[in-house]
């Protein structure tokens, strides 16, 4: 039952940013992501594991969210090998734009069907199972 609501709720999502935005659910989850980080970037690896893709369907998206300005990459001061994706303006801009469609989306397809008590127990369930996940060092 948790399965079928996600995916209803994400495929909703989904179509509603790419009509409005042109911009995939994934996408809009990982601009978000760093526009919630210490200074607009996360190491790679954090990011995947945030946004939960691969590595290299991290990559790949990243490549495309670059090349459409949304993001920049960084070099890693302590770690040669590593990365950090930080969010350009543009890039803060371009959430800032599809934020309005994507709450309204949560709130059409999760919260108006929840009365006050339920959302809280929702949201105790969620603290207890910390799904934030926490930044480590470069990647």
Do not use: K
């Not at 980080?37 to 990559?59: C, F, H, I, K």
């Not at 090998?81 to 999760?110: K, W």
């Amino acid at each position: 039952m948790l399965q079928r609501a996600q995916v209803r709720i994400t495929r909703h999502l989904e179509a509603e940013l790419l009509v409005a935005h042109e911009l995939p659910l994934a996408s809009y989850e990982v601009l978000m992501q760093l526009a919630e980080a210490p200074e607009r970037r996360l190491r790679m690896n954090d990011l995947a594991a945030r946004v939960l893709l691969s590595r290299s369907g991290l990559t790949r998206l990243i490549d495309r969210l670059q090349r459409d300005g949304l993001v920049t990459r960084e070099a890693c001061a302590d770690d040669a090998r590593g990365l950090y994706a930080v969010l350009s303006d543009r890039g803060a801009a371009r959430l800032a734009e599809a934020t309005p469609t994507y709450l309204r989306g949560i709130r059409t397809q999760f919260l108006d069907l929840l009365g006050s008590g339920e959302i809280a127990q929702v949201r105790a369930m969620l603290a207890r199972l910390d799904l934030t996940g926490a930044p480590q060092g470069c990647s």
